[in-house]
């Protein structure tokens, strides 16, 4: 991304003394939107901006959410590129609510459930896939939704956590869960078999819930020596 610049002429007297150049500073976000569940969740989101010298602030405007800096983040956050955390409170209610943050000078919305059932239904296809001998290898699977405003996380178990990466699919997310809306392919990563990426018997499972934090599905990671 490139800054945005402009000359600005400086005069004395009518007569041009020199010529600055002026630079807006520009930012992206991502995640803008994200589902959270009923029981709350932290959400990390994203700031690029056009040059590592320009600032930024961010704040919640719900109660239910607060903001801050992400510690594992190895960029400085506040200023360049950055990371913070929005992290969502449990939502006590039957009903839905929405609200949002500010970031970079972007707005965030959180959509989050009910303490109820979600009313939404999910398929995953296929139910599994499996990887041999101890080599690396990458997978996918597909989450249809009942409706395009149906949220999911989907996540690893802890028997993968060395082993199996997500990459890819819905709204966004990190190694360990993706998060989104609406029927959305999942792409994951399969480590080569090491001492620090061992393989555990049988593999583990991808767990889908859905955004009253139920669980709509699995997709299994078979692992076989």
């Given at each position: 991304?490139?800054?945005?610049c402009?000359?600005?002429s400086?005069?004395?007297?009518c007569?041009?003394?020199m010529?600055l150049t002026?630079?807006?500073?520009?930012?992206?976000?991502?995640?803008?939107?994200?589902?959270?569940?009923a029981?709350?969740?932290t959400?990390p989101v994203?700031?690029t901006?056009s040059t590592?010298?320009c600032?930024?602030?961010?704040?919640s405007?719900a109660p239910?959410?607060?903001?801050g800096p992400d510690?594992?983040?190895?960029?400085q956050t506040?200023?360049g590129?950055g990371?913070?955390l929005?992290t969502?409170?449990a939502?006590q209610?039957?009903s839905?609510?929405?609200g949002?943050?500010?970031i970079?000078?972007?707005?965030?919305t959180i959509?989050?459930?009910?303490?109820?059932?979600?009313?939404?239904?999910?398929?995953?296809a296929?139910?599994?896939?499996?990887f041999?001998?101890g080599t690396a290898?990458?997978?996918?699977?597909t989450?249809t939704?009942?409706?395009?405003t149906?949220?999911w996380r989907a996540?690893?178990?802890s028997?993968l956590?060395?082993t199996?990466n997500?990459?890819?699919?819905?709204?966004?997310?990190?190694?360990e869960?993706r998060?989104?809306?609406?029927?959305a392919t999942i792409?994951?990563?399969?480590?080569?078999?090491s001492?620090t990426?061992p393989?555990?018997?049988?593999?583990?499972?991808?767990v889908?819930?859905?955004?009253?934090?139920?669980?709509?599905?699995?997709?299994?990671?078979?692992?076989?020596?």
């Amino acid at each position: 991304m490139k800054p945005i610049c402009r000359l600005i002429s400086v005069f004395a007297a009518c007569a041009p003394l020199m010529m600055l150049t002026a630079c807006q500073c520009t930012y992206t976000v991502a995640p803008t939107s994200a589902p959270a569940v009923a029981s709350g969740v932290t959400i990390p989101v994203n700031v690029t901006a056009s040059t590592s010298t320009c600032a930024w602030q961010y704040q919640s405007n719900a109660p239910w959410i607060t903001v801050g800096p992400d510690p594992d983040n190895t960029g400085q956050t506040g200023q360049g590129n950055g990371r913070v955390l929005v992290t969502v409170a449990a939502n006590q209610g039957a009903s839905a609510r929405t609200g949002t943050a500010t970031i970079a000078g972007k707005t965030v919305t959180i959509n989050q459930a009910g303490s109820s059932t979600s009313g939404c239904t999910f398929q995953i296809a296929p139910p599994s896939q499996t990887f041999n001998g101890g080599t690396a290898g990458t997978g996918t699977f597909t989450i249809t939704a009942s409706a395009a405003t149906c949220g999911w996380r989907a996540a690893r178990s802890s028997s993968l956590e060395d082993t199996v990466n997500l990459t890819s699919g819905g709204s966004g997310g990190a190694a360990e869960e993706r998060f989104g809306t609406g029927t959305a392919t999942i792409g994951y990563q399969v480590k080569a078999e090491s001492a620090t990426s061992p393989w555990p018997a049988g593999g583990g499972d991808i767990v889908v819930r859905d955004s009253a934090n139920q669980e709509a599905g699995r997709h299994h990671v078979n692992l076989v020596h």
